[in-house]
C-alpha cells in the first residue's frame, strides 16, 4: 500500500542517522513518537484510535521499531496481538523498518522482541516461569476447546447431572457459560439471566459443576483456554507478584483493543497500573465479537483509568477506500449511541458511490451477484479481488448453489477448524499423554485407538495408573483383552520412548513427533474410511510441528493459534486459478477487496432478530455493518430482496417473510449511495412519474403473485 512521504515525518536520532519512523503521516508520527525520548524509558499511557484502513498495524510497527531506535531494551517490549500471525508480521515489519538504520547503527537491525505473542501464548509462557510460585506443576498441559468440553462432561457425569429427570445443559453450553462467567468478571447468576435464561434453574448445580471442574482441572494439572487469562490476572492482582511481572516490560504495546474481554483488561491494569509504558490500538467502530466476551467498554473506558488521563490520538486517513465508499460507512457509524468521533477521509477523491440494490427474493440476489462479478471480470477484476459477505454462514446458501450450477469456484470462510478434526484431535492427545500422564481426556482418547480397547478398559487403566502415580511405566502390567495384546506392546513401547523412560531411546524433537506419527498411520484405516484424504493433515501437522524446538512449545502454541482449516477445505483454491471469495462479516475483519457485495442489508439479518434484545447487542450489529462496508476498495454493493424464504420457523412452518431495508441506513442516509433494482423494470415504465408508479404496482402485482 503505497503511503505519501511527508518531509515533517522523519525524526532525526541522536546520532543524526534517520530514525525508523519515516513514510508516515504526522497523525501517526504523532502516535509513534509519543513520550519517547532518548534513553527509551517509559512514557505515560497511549490509546490509538484507529480507522479502518488507517495503517494502524503499520504505526505500531514503527512505535515498536521507534522505541528501539531509541535504547529501549528489545527483551523489555511486550508486544499483544490476537494471532501469532500477526505477531509475527508485526515483528517482521519492525525489522525491514530497523534494517533500513543498518549503516548507521547495525546492531538495530538484529534486534528482536523477546516477548511477542497472542495473549493466552504470552499468558502460557508466564504461568511456566512463574508455576512453581503459584503452584502449579510446569509441565501442565493446556486443552483447546473441545477437550475442555469433554472434561466438563466427564465431572458433568460424576456429579450425576447426566442422570437429572428434567433436561441439564449439555457440554457445550456448560462450558459456554463457565468461560462467560470467568471472561466477563460477571456473577453467575448474571451471566444465567443475560445469555443462558434457559439455564437459570441449574444455577445451584452449575456452580456445583464448575467448582468440581475446576478441581478435576487442577488434580490433573490442565488448563483451558480461559485459565490461562484467569491465572495470569490473578498473579497481577497480587501487588507483590503484579509488580515483579510489569517490571518485565518497559513498554506494553495491545493491537486490536477493542476486541479485549474484561479479565485482559485486567491484567494490562495490574501490571502497568499508572498507565507508564502502555500503548494500545485499535477503534471502538470495529469491536465486533461480543459473542467471544470482548466488551467495547475496556476501548471507551481507557483514557479514564488512568490519572492523568491517557493521551487519545487518532488515525483518520485512510489508504484504502474511495472517498464515496468512506462518506457512506461515516455516515451509517455516526449514527451510533456512543463513540470516538473520527471522520475517514482519503485522496482516492474519485470512484462511484455505493449501490443499494433492491431485487425480489433471495434467487434474484443471487443471479445478480453471479452476473456483476462476471462482468467484473470481464472487465479485469479477477474473482480473488471481490467477495461476498454474509451476517451468518447460512445466508450464502442460495447463491452457493447458484456459483456451483454457473460453474464458479469460491471458497467460504468459517468452515471445520484444523483441531476439530478428530484425526488430528487423535495425535494431539497421544503427545499431550506422553507429556503429562494425569491429562485424562488425552489418555482416554488415546487409549481408544487400539483395536479392543473401549471407554471401559480405558477408564480402567487411567484409574490404574493415576492411582499408581507413576505415570506410563505401568502401562505394559495394565490388563487388556486378549485380541489387543499384541498391539498393545507396540503401543506401550511408544509410550516409554515419548516419555523418555528408555535409555537413550527418546528421539530428539521433531523426530519423536515424527515416531508417534508412524504409529498413529498403521491405525488410520481402521479408524477410518477415508484415511488417505486425513493423511494429508497429519503430514501437515508434521511439518508444523518441525517448526517448533520442543514438543512443549508445539503443544502449547498449536492450541493456543491453530491453523484455520483441514487439508479438505485448504485445498479448495488449487482447484482453480481463481476464486470467488465468501465469507462472514466477522471472518472478513481485517481483509479488503476491491469490490465487495453484502447480503441481505435488510432488518432481521443485519441486525440480525436474534440479536436485538438491548442496545449494546443493536449497536454491535451497526459496527459490524460498517466493517463489511469498510472492506471495499472500489466498488461495494448491498443488497436488499424483498423476501425471503424461510424453513422451520417455531410453530409457524415454511414460509415467505418480507423484508425492509436495514434500520442502519435510515431515508436521511440515501444521499450517499445510488439505487437500483434488478431486474430492471422494462423500458415502457421508465421515465415519468406516471410510470414509475406503473413500475411500483407492477412490482407489487408481481410480489403478489408469490403470497
Known amino acids: 500500500m503505497t503511503q505519501i512521504m511527508n518531509p515533517s515525518s522523519v525524526s532525526v536520532s541522536t546520532s543524526g542517522a534517520a530514525a525508523p519512523a519515516d513514510a508516515l503521516n504526522p497523525e501517526q508520527l504523532a502516535a509513534v513518537e509519543h513520550g519517547c525520548g532518548t534513553s527509551g524509558e517509559s512514557c505515560g499511557p497511549l490509546l490509538i484510535i484507529a480507522g479502518a484502513g488507517s495503517g494502524k498495524t503499520n504505526t505500531l510497527a514503527h512505535r515498536v521499531a521507534h522505541l528501539l531506535a531509541q535504547g529501549a531494551d528489545p527483551g523489555r517490549i ?58 502449579l506443576d510446569p509441565a501442565f498441559t493446556i486443552h483447546d476447546r473441545e477437550d475442555s468440553a469433554d ?10 447431572f447426566s442422570a437429572k429427570n428434567r433436561r441439564f445443559p449439555q457440554k457445550a453450553t456448560c462450558l459456554a457459560i463457565y468461560s462467560a462467567a470467568v471472561n466477563s468478571r460477571a456473577p453467575l447468576v448474571e451471566v444465567l439471566q443475560a445469555s443462558y435464561p434457559w439455564c437459570a434453574e441449574w444455577q445451584a448445580e452449575l456452580r456445583q459443576l464448575f467448582r468440581a471442574y475446576v478441581e478435576a482441572k487442577q488434580a490433573q494439572q490442565v488448563l483451558d483456554y480461559d485459565d490461562l487469562l484467569l491465572y495470569w490476572a490473578q498473579m497481577v492482582a497480587d501487588s507483590t507478584l503484579g509488580g515483579e511481572i510489569g517490571a518485565l516490560f518497559s513498554h506494553v504495546l495491545v493491537d486490536e483493543y477493542q476486541d479485549t474481554n474484561h479479565l485482559q483488561a485486567a491484567i494490562l491494569l495490574g501490571m502497568k ?71 475517514l477521509w482519503t485522496d482516492r477523491a474519485t470512484g462511484e458511490r455505493p449501490r443499494l440494490v433492491s431485487v425480489r427474493d433471495d434467487a434474484d440476489q443471487a443471479a445478480f451477484i453471479v452476473e456483476t462479478l462476471l462482468a467484473r471480470r470481464e472487465e479485469g477484476l479477477g474473482l480473488k479481488q471481490q467477495a461476498v459477505l454474509f451476517r451468518a454462514a447460512s445466508h450464502s446458501a442460495r447463491l ?9 469456484p469460491f471458497v467460504k470462510f468459517g468452515g471445520l477448524k484444523f483441531l476439530e478434526a478428530a484425526h488430528v484431535k487423535d495425535m494431539l492427545a497421544l503427545m499431550r499423554w506422553s507429556e503429562n500422564v494425569r491429562d485424562r481426556v488425552s489418555g482416554f482418547r488415546a487409549l481408544q485407538l487400539l483395536a479392543g480397547i473401549g471407554p471401559k478398559t480405558a477408564a480402567r487403566i487411567l484409574d490404574n495408573v493415576c492411582a499408581a502415580g507413576e505415570g506410563c511405566g505401568l502401562l505394559e502390567d495394565q490388563p487388556v483383552p486378549d485380541g489387543a495384546r499384541e498391539a498393545w506392546q507396540g503401543f506401550v513401547s511408544l509410550m516409554d520412548t515419548l516419555a523418555g523412560r528408555v535409555a537413550g531411546a527418546r ?25 488417505a484424504v486425513r493423511l494429508l493433515d497429519i503430514q501437515q501437522l508434521a511439518r508444523i510441528a518441525a517448526t517448533y524446538p520442543s514438543r512443549q512449545r508445539f503443544l502449547t502454541e498449536l492450541t493456543l493459534d491453530p491453523p484455520n482449516a483441514t487439508s479438505d477445505e485448504a485445498g479448495l483454491p488449487l482447484l482453480d486459478e481463481d476464486y470467488l471469495i465468501l465469507s462472514t462479516m466477522h471472518s472478513a475483519k481485517g481483509q479488503e477487496w476491491r469490490a465487495v457485495t453484502v447480503l441481505n442489508v435488510v432488518d432481521g439479518c443485519i441486525p440480525s432478530d436474534i440479536a436485538t434484545r438491548n442496545e449494546g447487542e443493536i449497536e454491535e450489529e451497526r459496527r459490524l455493518l460498517y466493517v463489511a462496508m469498510t472492506r471495499a476498495r472500489d466498488h461495494l454493493d448491498l443488497m436488499l430482496p424483498q423476501r425471503f424464504y424461510v424453513s ?17 441506513i435510515p431515508n436521511r442516509l440515501l444521499a450517499h449511495f445510488d439505487q437500483m ?27 403478489g403473485m408469490w403470497d
Open 507 to 531: 528421539p530428539a524433537w521433531p523426530a519423536e513427533f515424527d515416531l508417534a506419527c508412524n504409529w498413529y498411520q498403521a491405525q488410520m484405516s481402521r479408524l477410518y474410511e477415508d484415511a
Open 648 to 664: 422451520q420457523q417455531q410453530g409457524m412452518g415454511d414460509r415467505h417473510v418480507f423484508a425492509g431495508r436495514s434500520r442502519f
Open 400 to 408: 452457493e448453489l447458484e456459483l456451483t450450477r454457473r460453474n464458479i
Open 151 to 160: 472434561l466438563l462432561n466427564l465431572v458433568r457425569h460424576e456429579c450425576g
Open 78 to 135: 511486550l508486544l499483544l496481538t490476537f494471532s501469532r500471525r500477526a505477531a509475527d508480521e508485526m515483528s517482521r515489519r519492525v525489522r525491514r523498518i530497523l534494517t533500513r538504520n543498518e549503516a548507521a547503527r547495525p546492531w538495530l537491525a538484529q534486534a528482536a522482541i523477546a516477548w511477542s505473542g497472542t495473549f493466552h501464548a504470552i499468558g502460557a509462557r508466564l504461568l511456566r516461569e512463574y508455576a512453581g510460585q503459584i503452584g
Open 677 to 703: 433494482s434488478w431486474p430492471a423494470p422494462p423500458p415502457e415504465l421508465q421515465g415519468s412519474p406516471d410510470s414509475r408508479q406503473k413500475a411500483i404496482d407492477l412490482a407489487a402485482k408481481m410480489r
Open 273 to 343: 497500573p499508572d498507565g507508564r509504558g502502555l500503548t494500545v490500538v485499535g477503534d471502538d467502530a470495529q469491536s465486533i465479537y461480543a459473542f467471544r466476551g470482548a466488551t467495547v467498554r475496556n476501548i471507551l473506558d481507557f483514557p479514564g483509568a488512568f490519572d492523568p488521563p491517557a493521551r487519545v490520538l487518532t488515525l483518520e486517513r485512510n489508504y484504502r477506500s474511495t472517498q464515496a465508499i468512506l462518506a457512506a460507512a461515516n455516515a451509517v457509524i455516526a449514527l451510533a449511541s456512543e463513540r470516538y468521533t473520527k471522520n
